[in-house]
């Protein structure tokens, strides 16, 4: 069989149309049904069949959006498979009509890159019918019903639990507050000072009571006796016995007015303490009980006797 160029010429166009056909792409759109009632859920499904060398670029849902009472609901994202030279991408909507009536889905634009171009490609129009919810005559209208009351708990009453807890919380703070300010303005309480002497026979007798210088803590029974005494100098006589050495005490006890045999017995106290203290002297054992005594004497001696005042009886 002899082929001429006019063979050869139809071979090369429908080659040419074959290859042409098989680079095109196609895109279309369907609904699950086409009639429906007011507010029921439909899927509009939308494929493209595009070449391997494409691309899908966007997606253009201006004139689906724009239809009247026409609610988007969900997408899913494209769905991509391979298919022979060919690549399937799928796209499902969740759609909702809200009134009755006819309506179209409207085309949806597709932009496709291939070689370096653009293109744009749309899907198919779709015709629904949106019915109106027809009640059966089965159905009847109820009549109204009284209000179902749930059961109260305590979470009904939590607004008046938190409002009655402000208000006792408000009233005690009022309550510390008035109480703050009467005590702000009230006169303060004098301090009770008991006397000189009943504080140093009150120590003495606590000092007695420890036994220290019959446990070994001879320093400790000495220091405690000699504060006690300083303490009651500084009390009744004002002389600053509690911050002063012994020797400055006696000098200051020479303008005090006391017998004066009890200065030589405190100078006997204090100067033997002081060797107790700085100096580990060691005195005899009836030493302890003698000074304790002695200061004990020396206070009552020395305290501040109460003035009686006697009332004149007038004869007449």
């Known amino acids: 069989m002899k082929f001429n160029y006019n063979h050869i010429l139809v071979i090369l166009l429908l080659f040419i149309g074959t290859t ?4 095109r792409a196609s895109v279309q759109a369907q609904v699950d049904s086409t009639t429906m009632e007011i507010g029921d859920k439909f899927q509009l499904h939308l494929t493209a069949t595009i070449p391997q060398s494409a691309s899908l670029e966007s997606i253009d849902l201006t004139e689906l959006k724009a239809v009247e009472n026409l609610e988007i609901g969900t ?3 494209w769905d991509t498979a391979r298919v022979g ?7 499902d909507f969740t759609l909702q009509v809200w009134d009755s009536g006819y309506y179209w889905i409207p085309e949806i634009p597709l932009v496709l890159a291939q070689n370096g171009a653009s293109n744009v490609y749309k899907t198919n129009p779709i015709p629904i019918t949106v019915g109106s919810v ?3 005559d089965s159905i009847q209208l109820a009549d109204i019903k009284d209000i179902i009351r749930e059961k109260a708990t305590w ?7 938190v409002a009655f807890g402000l208000i006792c919380l408000a009233v005690l703070g009022y309550y510390l507050w008035k109480k703050n300010q009467a005590l702000k303005t009230a006169p303060p309480v004098p ?24 446990q070994g ?11 006690i005494i300083r303490e009651y100098l500084e009390n009744r006589y004002e002389v600053p016995a509690l911050e002063s050495t012994t020797d400055e005490i006696l000098r200051s006890l020479k303008s005090v007015d006391f017998d004066s045999s009890w200065k030589d017995k405190l100078q006997n106290i204090l100067q033997v303490a002081d060797l107790v203290k700085f100096a580990k002297a060691k005195p005899p054992a009836d030493f302890h009980d003698r000074v304790l005594q002695e200061a004990e004497d020396f206070v009552i001696a020395t305290k501040v006797k109460p003035i009686i005042i006697e009332e004149e009886k007038t004869e007449e």
């Open 20 to 23: 042409t056909n098989a680079q």
């Open 75 to 77: 997408e899913s994202d």
């Open 85 to 91: 030279q060919e690549i399937l991408l799928k796209k």
């Open 191 to 214: 301090e009770i000072k008991l006397p000189a002497h009943e504080i140093a026979l009150t120590a003495l007798t606590q000092l007695k009571g420890e036994k220290l210088w019959q």
């Open 134 to 136: 027809i009640l059966q």
């Open 155 to 161: 979470e009904d009453y939590l607004f008046l639990i």
């Open 217 to 227: 803590d001879v320093k400790t029974y000495q220091s405690r006796l000699t504060y």
